[in-house]
């Protein structure tokens, strides 16, 4: 298992207030899944963690002037 400290997480097309901002945390990388915990104990998003087969679009962001990062959708089934 792998892991990366200060990993900043972002969420769009949501309408729930726990989604709302930016989330730093930790990202948990495991060989099925990858589990973001959130470094604020405040925030009402505690954690969050899909499957790699929910993963879409996933492309590799490698600026110029700026770290590189990755963005992606995930795809989550309604309730």
């Known amino acids: 298992m792998l892991f990366c400290d200060n ?5 769009s097309g949501l309408n729930q207030a726990a989604f709302d ?3 730093t945390g930790r990202l ?5 899944r990858m ?3 959130n470094k ?3 925030d009402p998003l505690k954690s969050f963690s899909f ?3 929910a993963l879409r679009n996933v492309e590799l ?9 990755i963005k992606g959708k995930v795809l989550a089934q309604p309730k």
């Open 61 to 69: 962001e490698q600026p110029v002037f700026g770290a590189n990062y």
């Open 35 to 37: 589990v973001f915990n």
């Open 7 to 11: 990993v900043i997480m972002g969420f």
């Open 21 to 23: 901002g930016e989330k």
């Open 51 to 53: 499957p790699f087969v």
């Open 40 to 42: 604020s104990s405040s």
């Open 28 to 32: 948990f990388l495991t060989s099925h």
